[in-house]
């Protein structure tokens, strides 16, 4: 090797470049490229599953809330009637009015979109200023009660605690959820 002109060494030298180039730089650079590659794939992805995690995250906060107002809901309007509660409680606040019940008669339930509405026909006799406590009172009753079609009559024997009589109708509200129809009963109708 010491015989070799000068650009001998300068061919040698760029041949074992050229190969430590072509063997061992290129395809490391391309695995590095490769890896680079990878990783700004896996960050954007991370970033993806950041996002949808707080979206989750907001997702079952808003489910929290809404199972929470639904809770809250379903004492107004709960899912079943609770004909037995319903009348001690209507007794204890006419009861507490001094009011007293002549007949309490629950009607059809009449069925909506996402509840029944079931009107109870209330008879009460007492005194014009009772009458008005014991409304005040229903309207803070858990349940939701609507009063209508109140008709008042003056009692033809009056006491001091008894002066009129009342015709009305009280409706209260039960929810109810669409149950999905099964495939069995969509085949039936086609």
Not at 81 to 107: C, G, H
Request: charged letters at 30%; proline letters at 4%.
């Amino acid at each position: 090797m010491r015989n070799l002109p000068w650009y001998g060494y300068i061919i040698i030298t760029l041949l074992i470049f050229g190969l430590f180039y072509l063997f061992y730089y290129k395809p490391k650079n391309e695995e590095l490229n490769s890896l680079r590659r990878e990783r700004i794939s896996l960050e954007r992805d991370i970033r993806k599953a950041k996002a949808q995690k707080k979206q989750l995250d907001k997702l079952k906060a808003e489910l929290k809330d809404l199972n929470m107002k639904l809770e809250e809901l379903s004492q107004i309007i709960p899912e079943k009637k609770e004909i037995d509660a319903i009348l001690r409680r209507i007794q204890q606040l006419a009861s507490d009015s001094r009011l007293t019940i002549i007949k309490f008669a629950p009607k059809g339930e009449t069925e909506q979109e996402y509840y029944l509405e079931w009107p109870i026909s209330m008879k009460l006799n007492g005194n014009y200023h009772n009458l008005g406590i014991f409304f005040d009172h229903l309207s803070r009753f858990s349940r939701l009660f609507n009063v209508e079609n109140i008709t008042i009559s003056a009692l033809r024997n009056q006491t001091e605690t008894n002066t009129i009589t009342v015709d009305c109708i009280a409706k209260t509200y039960i929810f109810k959820e669409k149950i999905p129809q099964t495939p069995e009963k969509e085949k039936k109708r086609g």
